[in-house]
């Protein structure tokens, strides 16, 4: 049996499925292990899902807008 916490559609934007994992990136800064899965079906577009295009900041990926979230959280907590 497998649980999902989120399954998005081929009308999602990348923000969509940021947001949907956001509260993993924020329990990492936290110290939290955490994982995000991407799962489908061969050129389903997990790949761009993940890493995203280079043409617009809209379409950023996963990698980098995890790493965005991480970055801005380290230097909060530091300016604290």
Known sequence: TFTFDAVHGPRSTQADVFESVKNIV??????????????????????????????STANVGLVERCLQALFRSIAMSHAE
Do not use: L, M, P, R
Not at 28 to 53: L, M, P
């Open 26 to 55: 924020e329990s990492v800064a936290e110290g939290y292990n955490g994982t995000i899965v991407a799962y489908g079906q061969t050129g389903s577009g997990k790949t761009h899902t993940v890493f995203g295009n280079d043409d």
